[in-house]
């Protein structure tokens, strides 16, 4: 759901809005294209549609979504080749995040990626909406245990496809039971200073979306 936002930091608020009810829409667990209505997005949001365009304009050059002339504005997905590619850079990044991490993060900073684990194999598939949040959010503060912003940079714009794909894995199939071990795997690894073991378990970790690609999107 869209909610109506102030005037302050107008253009900014504008574009997350749009970003974070992108994010929700799922566009992977759908056939068709999901279009993107200026005028009613403008009532939602209670601003004119020149803040609305200059959002999509954003939003454009982050990849996020596309313009077809004579049709408008549509949330694009990516295609099967294009979202390899980007699993398989993600992979690297990961894995490469592992020692850059064990080396400009101490352990109290480390541990604080428990937080995005609290949950049980038991527990998990009842709230899977909240697990599949907590899971992205796991990936964002590895990033950022880097230390290094460019890494977190580099792929943000593609990230909101991988989070799309996260969230449709999780839903369908039992993923997030396994995703808690290699989760829990993975931070005793990087908490040991373990760089070549944890650099293993991240790529490994990334990869298993490949395979999901390659079984359940058709082009």
């Known amino acids: 759901m869209i909610q109506k936002i102030g005037s302050i930091n107008l253009k900014s608020k504008v574009y997350d809005s749009l970003k974070k009810y992108i994010l929700s829409l799922n566009i992977y667990l759908r056939e068709r294209d999901f279009h993107l209505d200026e005028r009613q997005l403008s009532e939602k949001l209670g601003v004119s549609r020149t803040p609305i365009r ?3 304009a954003k939003l454009e050059q982050d990849g996020i979504v596309r313009t077809v002339p004579r049709r408008g504005v549509f949330v694009h997905r990516k295609s099967k080749k294009e979202l390899i590619d980007i699993v398989t ?48 959010k796991f990936h964002e503060r590895i990033m950022k245990l880097t230390k290094v912003k460019l890494m977190g940079e580099i792929l943000e714009s593609q990230l909101i496809h991988l989070q799309y794909l996260r969230k449709k894995f999780i839903i369908e199939s039992d993923r997030s039971v ?36 390659q079984e359940s999107i058709n082009s």
Request: glycine fraction near 4%.
């Open 54 to 56: 200059e959002a999509i």
């Open 89 to 136: 850079v993600w992979a690297g990044l990961e894995g490469y995040a592992a020692h850059l991490i064990i080396k400009n993060s101490n352990k109290e900073e480390i541990e604080t990626l428990n937080k995005y684990c609290q949950y049980s194999k038991q527990n998990v598939l009842s709230d899977l909406d909240n697990y599949s949040n907590d899971n992205i």
């Open 178 to 213: 396994k995703s808690i071990d290699e989760h829990n795997d993975i931070i005793k690894s990087l908490v040991a200073g373990h760089g070549v073991k944890a650099e293993k378990l991240l790529k490994n970790h990334a990869l298993t979306l490949v395979e999901k690609i």
